[in-house]
């Protein structure tokens, strides 16, 4: 029995690394995909972990497998495709924040076929986990559906986290039909507060994430905002924790750590099948918030993602939480 299975994206970000001599930035190769980035922050935390997605035959798609199972995620569901492993430019501004160029036409994600996925593999896990960009374009979104469908079936919880990337997309109404097409089968849910106002239509966090909560009927909703700290809505209403005050260096893959961290959580506490009273949410809510702040302060998603002895002192350092 598997803690996570998740299905979607793995990729190359081409990280940022300084300038060269000659006055030429120097990127850096980082394994990188959300769904990749949760599983390893997990399997850091010390829960198992299984991952399902398509890479190249290519020195890319060796290097993301290689690299998923020294972390300790179980590949038995990697595919291999003769279309190049998908490739992300990531580029970060003067707080740290970034935004990507994705070479994707097509990417080697793209083409997982529902039947390459065995589906005992989501099954036996306690959690199914996906985002939205394994909707982007066949035949990974009908695998995405089918792998959805098997899981809710089965009595699988689903987390899902939308990542909306507007540039693989078409637009952004056919981004929004294909998230909300997985909200319907998700119990877990984690959105940055800007994908809540694109979701919902309201700035307001209060309204949209009730509207989200009721609409979908979830078990419960996470919505993160950056450094500020994050928020729960579940059936006891909202609830808020502030983040921890520390030094941006790259912010990529922090949504990932958080949600990573607040599933780590809801296993540990048994959060996943029930009700928990808002003593323990906050809790939850403050150990994402650390996850996602110790990710902050390193360069690369997978490479800086903390086991638990190590976020365990972070939290116990005397760092700041935001007020």
């Given at each position: 029995m598997k803690d996570v299975t998740a299905l979607g994206e793995i990729l190359i970000d081409f990280t940022p690394n300084g300038i060269s001599e000659q006055g030429n930035p120097i990127l850096v190769a980082n394994p990188g995909?959300?769904?990749a980035n949760v599983l390893v922050s997990l399997s850091k935390l010390g829960m198992k972990t299984e991952f399902i997605g398509c890479v190249g035959k290519d020195h890319f798609g060796d290097f993301l497998v290689s690299t998923l199972q020294s972390k300790g995620v179980h590949t038995d569901g990697i595919g291999?495709?003769?279309v190049h492993?998908?490739?992300?430019?990531v580029h970060i501004d003067e707080h740290g924040d970034r935004s990507f160029s994705f070479y994707r036409q097509p990417?080697?994600?793209m083409m997982l076929k529902k039947e390459d996925v065995d589906l005992q593999l989501i099954s036996q896990s306690?959690?199914?986990?996906?985002?939205?960009?394994?909707?982007?374009?066949?035949p990974v979104r009908e695998t995405t559906l089918t792998a959805l469908k098997h899981a809710k079936e089965h009595n699988v919880i689903v987390s899902f986290d939308p990542n909306l990337r507007p540039p693989l997309w078409q637009n952004l109404e056919e981004a929004k039909k294909q998230i909300n097409t997985i909200l319907t089968y998700a119990d877990v849910v984690k959105v940055s507060e800007e994908e809540l106002a694109f979701l919902t239509g309201s700035e307001d966090i209060t309204i949209g994430a009730e509207l989200l909560y009721d609409q979908y009927n979830l078990s419960i909703l996470f919505i993160t905002l950056g450094g500020k700290g994050s928020y729960a809505?579940?059936?006891?209403?909202?609830?808020?924790?502030?983040?921890?005050?520390?030094?941006?260096?790259?912010?990529?893959?922090?949504?990932?750590?958080?949600l990573a961290g607040v599933l780590y959580q809801l296993m540990e506490n048994e959060g996943i099948y029930g009700s928990l009273p808002e003593?323990?949410?906050k809790e939850i809510l403050k150990f994402g918030n650390a996850m996602g702040a110790y990710v902050a302060m390193r360069k690369g998603g997978i490479p800086s993602m903390p086991t638990l002895e190590q976020l365990?002192?972070?939290?116990?350092?005397?760092?700041?939480?935001?007020k």
């Open positions: 995909g959300a769904p291999y495709s003769n492993t998908t490739l992300a430019f990417g080697a994600d306690r959690i199914f986990h996906v985002g939205s960009i394994s909707m982007t374009n066949d809505y579940s059936y006891n209403g909202l609830v808020f924790v502030p983040g921890f005050l520390v030094k941006a260096i790259d912010t990529t893959g922090c949504g990932d750590a958080f003593k323990a949410i365990q002192e972070f939290m116990v350092s005397g760092i700041t939480v935001v």
